[in-house]
């Protein structure tokens, strides 16, 4: 029998999207190809180190480094670090260290560059005066001015009536400049919502899962949207809707929503953990952490393309052909040759995930199986989105695994 086990289990203080999944296999196509992938860094259980990585690397464009955030550290509750794509690492926040106060604790998303200011922002599930999460601002400094690191909301403070918690996603800087992103719970239903923060700090609720404004609207958004060509922002829940499964949905800068997909249905995906991305066919595409076979059973994830009307296609089922992952739990991202790029959370040859590339058409292949041998202590558990940096690689975190078994930062040539 495929099962599908969802739940969510209190880790560290606050919940978070745990999906254990077994499968059966079908026939499907999969290809295999030489990849070289490197460890630029474990983590390790020292007094200055991070620990359990969850959230994807950004860039930052002014010195080239890559930016992330881990979800613990050694003596405090979450750290945001740089380094370097030779595997130089430094520690630029460790929250809770008492620098700034009510900062937030166990950040597990990836950090949001803002262009116009050179400014990093981003969330915390924990922490803050009420303990349910923060959103953070870093300004890096220069020559004259030492950087700073403030708090431009905490989540459950009052301020907003049903302000959300536990935001879980990283923010999307949008054209009007603002940011726009979730929280994982709370809201007036308890479900989620929807929130716009300006850059001077003013925070507003776009909409509230849940609240009956919208039939089948879906809980639990735990992922980060995206603004997409037609200037509308795209998001998912991880469950609700009409099949139970989740949703993709619609949403305007003035707070309309409208529901395009519901996933859970006959021959379909369920429990969306990622965000999406639009490609240049204008097609949006993504992953869910539940799958289903052609017999409609749930299985071990898909990956998805959809246009903005909600036409779905299925453009791989994992858990189809043996070893090609299982539980993809992180976005995709579209690489300078066309191709999508990604990561399975389990699965692979040794059981400990995979990276992946596919086609547009949906030709998979297996870049790395991490646990297989080939490269030592390379990790386990990769929950977060790759990245394609400037030099042509992808760069990407593993939440467990490596020498002390806390986590890695890795370079995928493929």
């Not at 507003?204 to 039939?215: A, P, R």
């Not at 070893?323 to 579209?334: H, K």
């Not at 300078?336 to 990276?355: M, Q």
Request: charged letters at 10%.
């Amino acid at each position: 029998m495929i099962n599908l086990i969802y739940k969510i289990k209190e880790k560290a203080g606050f919940y978070r999207l745990l999906f254990a999944v077994s499968s059966s296999l079908l026939i499907f196509t999969l290809h295999a190809q030489a990849s070289t992938t490197t460890i630029l860094h474990s983590f390790a259980n020292l007094k200055n180190d991070a620990e359990h990585p969850y959230a994807g690397l950004i860039q930052y464009p002014v010195d080239g480094s890559l930016y992330g955030t881990a979800f613990n550290g050694n003596v405090f509750p979450g750290e945001v670090f740089k380094i370097t794509t030779s595997g130089s690492i430094s520690t630029i926040h460790q929250f809770g260290d008492g620098s700034v106060m009510h900062d937030g604790s166990n950040p597990q998303a990836a950090l949001t560059y803002e262009a116009s200011t050179g400014y990093l922002y981003g969330t915390t599930v924990n922490g803050g005066s009420s303990g349910y999460g923060t959103i953070f601002q870093y300004v890096p400094g220069g020559i004259i001015m030492p950087p700073t690191f403030t708090i431009q909301h905490s989540f459950g403070d009052g301020s907003v009536t049903n302000d959300g918690l536990y935001p879980m996603a990283s923010l999307l800087r949008a054209a009007d400049g603002n940011f726009y992103g979730t929280a994982s719970e709370g809201g007036s239903a308890h479900s989620g919502i929807v929130f716009k923060l300006t850059s001077a700090g003013a925070y507003t609720i776009l909409h509230h899962f849940g609240d009956g404004s919208v039939s089948n609207d879906g809980t639990i958004p735990v992922a980060n949207l995206i603004q997409a060509a037609d200037g509308n922002f795209y998001g998912t829940t991880g469950l609700g809707g009409a099949h139970a499964g989740g949703t993709v949905f619609k949403i305007t800068s003035g707070g309309a929503v409208t529901i395009i997909h519901s996933f859970g249905g006959f021959n379909d995906g369920a429990y969306p953990q990622a965000g999406l991305i639009q490609s240049t066919d204008g097609n949006l595409y993504g992953t869910t952490v539940g799958g289903s076979s052609t017999t409609g059973t749930l299985n071990d994830g898909i990956v998805f393309k959809m246009s903005t009307a909600g036409a779905e296609t299925i453009l791989h089922s994992f858990g189809s052909v043996t070893n090609d992952g299982i539980g993809p739990v992180a976005s995709l991202v579209r690489g300078t040759d066309g191709n999508f790029y990604g990561t399975t959370s389990a699965g692979g040859s040794a059981s400990k995930g995979t990276t992946f590339k596919i086609t547009s058409a949906g030709s998979v292949t297996i870049l790395h199986s991490f646990g297989d041998g080939s490269v030592t202590n390379d990790g386990s558990d990769p929950e977060a989105c790759l990245i394609q940096a400037t030099d042509g690689n992808f760069y990407g975190t593993t939440a467990g695994g490596g020498a002390s078994n806390l986590g890695t930062v890795f370079k995928l040539v493929p």
